[in-house]
């Protein structure tokens, strides 16, 4: 049994290798190192190509912006328990935003806008902001009339469906009159200081496929530039 | 009859380590998904945090270092709730957790039991080691990426997530890892790979709960004991009798050497040096 190693011994020797425990210690050691940089490497490869939030999820209320959402919710699932109309749901692999975090998605079930916000008190870890004690100033997107071609309204009937279901009534969406050739059209339209992106409107939309739906914020509207021509100066 | 019994009694006495143990991972599995008539839920959340008896807040410190790594603000609750269980681990030891609590041992020993029953000889192995690498990759990876880099694989969370909603997308991984401690790698995942034991080793590195060998003349030194423990390095010194207790924070306290040892050499205890400190001079058997 102690053949080979008096044999290795005798060949550090010979090479000049003075401490062969010490050498084999940092062969461990850079080794392990190896492994873990590699690993670091293509993991990281493997999370930055993780597809994207979806614009249909949507986070519950008071919900940090998406990167620091991301690092601060730790997946638990309390705002899910605490939610009285069972809307959220965590996130599981076949879902188009990241593993474990809680979400809706506006046409299924919107937010009800509870007053005490039962899910944000569940939050933990404050990625549900605790500062958001106002549900009316809670912002979980905006809502867009995104197709003109088949609203109702847009087509000269008054369905107003949106406007009428809005609990945020005559604030956050109105009707603006507007006369072209089709007559006197009644608009839907948001106010995105008001709207919570609660979805109501969306869920409630009587096509097969919504016309307004809630988006992100940074979907859903546009930013005036810093120039004359309202672009962002390059 | 009266014979049948006894035989049962001493059948479970000889499993009774084992048996504590299921209950508890089972009792705490359930205390998250069953309703219980006029209380409701005992333990809401999930194994990363949980609300216990409507008030008890915990909150896994793993789960939580990665999110503050991640660049998480500081937040109360969940600093609370870490800090009641990293006291807990860090007071008794750490990896109580991986043999007490994680539902994910219960699908490795069932891999386990299979590869014994089906006498499977063929093994990948491994370094104990890696799940060390792993668990600074994962804190590195949060880092750089700002998310969890753990919780997008655990199998623990995600074994919850499906049990809580029933859904299946998360089986083929779990599905895998049964796979692979059952064919590929014996004890693989929680031995070798699982960087929330390597956490918890690190956590209850000077945990007092041990295993110990007060009584070690009456060791007849069969090492049957290092044959069913699930990190037999760390029984090698007692079995030796170059110690008097397990001092590696590898030791899970699962037990299994308590319920193998025929000759009661052995016992769990709150250690506080004293006696089992002893090291070094073998004991001399006559």
Known sequence: MTKPSAQKESLAVKYGIEQPARRKAFKRVFRHLGVAVLGTAVAQAAIFSRPARAAKILRPPGALPEKAFDSTCIRCGLCVKDCPYDILKLASWTDPAPLGTPFFVARQDPCRMCTDIPCVKACPTGALDPLLTDIRKADMGVAVLVDHENCLNYKGLTCSVCVRVCPIRGEAISLKPIQNERGLLQIPTVNPDKCTGCGTCEKHCVLSEATIRVLPRELGLGVSGANAAGRGVW | ?286
Not at chain 2, 97 to 103: A, D, F, G, I, R
Not at chain 2, 155 to 180: C, D, H, N, V
Not at chain 2, 248 to 265: F, I, P, V
């Open chain 2, 1 to 286: 009859m009266a014979s049948a019994l006894k035989r049962m009694a001493a059948a479970l006495n000889r499993h009774r380590w084992l048996l504590m143990r299921r209950t508890l991972q089972i009792l705490i599995v359930l205390a998250f998904i069953v309703d219980i008539p006029e209380l409701g839920r005992i333990a809401h959340g999930n194994l990363s945090s949980s609300l216990w008896f409507w008030n008890v807040p915990l909150t896994d410190p793993f789960v939580l270092l990665q999110s503050l790594l991640a660049g998480a603000p500081l937040a109360k609750t969940a600093l609370i709730g870490a800090a009641i269980v990293a006291g807990f681990y860090a007071f008794f030891g750490g990896r109580i957790y991986c043999s007490w609590v994680c539902p994910i041992n219960m699908l490795t020993d069932a891999a386990l039991w299979l590869r014994q029953k089906l006498n499977i000889k063929g093994n990948l192995t491994l370094s104990r080691e890696l799940r060390s690498v792993l668990l600074v990759m994962a804190l590195v990876l949060s880092v750089i990426t700002g998310t969890l880099a753990w919780e997008i694989i655990n199998p623990i969370t995600l074994l919850q997530r499906e049990l809580m909603w029933t859904s299946s997308a998360g089986l083929t991984f779990l599905a895998a890892l049964f796979l692979f401690d059952f064919l590929v790698s014996r004890r693989g995942w929680c031995g070798h790979l699982c960087p929330v034991g390597a956490f918890y080793k690190y956590l209850g590195h000077y945990g007092r709960l041990r295993v110990t060998a007060l009584k070690s003349d009456a060791c007849a030194g069969c090492s049957d004991c290092i044959k069913v423990c699930p990190e037999p390095h760390v029984l090698a010194p007692v079995v030796a009798q170059k110690a008097l207790a397990v001092t590696d924070s590898d030791c899970t306290r699962c037990g299994a050497c308590l319920d193998k040892c025929s000759s009661g050499a052995l016992s769990m205890k709150l250690d506080f040096g004293g006696k089992s400190a002893f090291r070094g001079i073998p004991i001399v058997k006559s």
